[in-house]
């Protein structure tokens, strides 16, 4: 009855008020025992409160500190309720809700609804991480409710006995602290298990639900709780494998050394991919060209609530950190004393455009600002990037656009640009002119291309465009302008002595093809029992998406890859100039 998603109430967020923001509740009588809070999101896009603070007072003056609260479900017009927090032997006439975070990063928000509502507390509940111990007496009972009184027979009442047994077994497990029994490593490759709070599907890419992670390996489980899990991607959302998005109460070594320290992780399916590594072979390429950042390809065995779902690839959500986008992040509303030179993180191309702030430049190419985020950015930071922009594209127009100087060349750091057009090329990737990734630091006047992402479909695995041996990307590839300033350059000498210079001498002084496939093996190798077992719930010889080519056996698949590798090589190595 008191769901209403279009009232409003907001905390300040125009940087006014510095201290922590609040709700306070003041009380007729005071209240004592366990407190939890039902809230419903505002019709907005960002910034609803995803953890408080709790303080209690008699006196308004002094404050006891009883915890926090995580609200989930942080997204628009949704409802929710919390777990409680415990007030302890006290009584308090007054609670004060501090806001700690919210699901843009900041520290305001808002709400539609906002009430603290008294808990009982029964004890914690197990029954989602039961798994089929718990399906399997929810069954037997069920079907003994339909039953007729002469068709239960000992046998029956037996097999109810042993499955409620081992239920009691597995329950006192948990209780104990254990992990569930049926958690264990598949093959060789790390085991990920994830277990909504409620045991419900993931069925939506925007709605997160809480969830609990484990991960077994070599005898060893590491267990991380409070975790959020949603959908992600655009097509491969449609696809029966789905890609999945994780986010951590707290910044995670999630890969270890060497890896992000983030909150934000992907759960890449690569569904569309019947070798499973196709993305990994891009950033291995990537790396070798000298992108200096290319996305993570660790490989899992993944289990959603008790049910195998496949090998999936850990990888890294693009943002703005140390080991990801390495540049200065404008994280809070800018002053007049801010340097908003930068840092900025763009999709360029048609995708772009779903981003919340996004514009078009003068020749109609579409720019999507994924950072700084939009519930900070300001008019005067969309305006500095949308000018810089805007130069660049017309310096890449200019009548001497050629020149040293004056031209585009002069804008752009150029081992990003050849590393990441280089990559675009050689892995034949059609989606790589139509989404297209680049940033600007802070203090610095050059765009640089890339992170490299998405190539699901690169290495000739694409019937919508058929057979790309020998053909180019700037020629074939999709686009819909975004490809009219590569198109530019490639006719201009300089870009192709640059990226025929670094081609060249990658292939034939670096080894790149030899490298690439050897590279190509050992992955294969790495994951082939996980493979083997991903293809037992998901027909390796059924089209998903894009397809050009079914095969009967894995590697089948890898032998094709690895030919078209050195064919596509050979190819490039005629087209790009060798000054």
Known sequence: EIYNPYSFWHSDWHSQVHETHYIQVDFNEPVGGNIGLYVVRRFESGNHVTLMGVLGSNNNSQWDDLGEIVLGNASSGQEFTSDPVSLGDNKYKSLRFTILENSSGNHFGHFAEFFPTHVTVYGPSYIADMGHYATRLRVLIDEGDIMADGDITDDVLQE???AYDI????????QDGGSPTYMKQLTNLPAVYINTYDGSNIDSKYNYKYAKLWRI???ETEFIDSLQIRGRGNSTWGVPKKPYRIKFKTKEKFLGKGYAKARNWTLMANAVDKTLIRNAVASFIGEQLGQKFVPAAKFVDLTLNGDYIGNYQISDHLDIRPHRIDIVEQEDYATEESDISGGYFMEVGSPGGDQEINFRTNRGVTVGVKSPDEDVIQYEQIEYIRDFMNNVESHIFSADYQDPENGYRALFDSLALASWYLTVEYSANCDGLYS??????????HLYMGPIWDYDIAFNNCYRLGEMTDKLMIDYGYSSNERQWFRRMYNDPWFLNLIGRRW???????????????????????????????????????RTWDELQLFSTYQEGIDYLKTFLVEHAAYLSTVFPNP
């Open 504 to 542: 060249h001498k990658a292939v034939l002084q670096e080894n790149l093809v030899d490298k690439t496939v050897s590279f190509v093996d050992s992955l294969a190798a790495v994951i082939d029992e996980s493979q083997q077992l991903n293809y037992q719930i998901w027909p390796i010889n059924q």
């Open 167 to 174: 239920f009691c077994a597995e329950l006192k497990n948990l």
């Open 217 to 219: 390996q070599d005898g």
């Open 160 to 162: 109810l006995q042993e």
């Open 436 to 445: 297209i990734y680049c940033y600007k630091d802070q203090a610095d006047d």
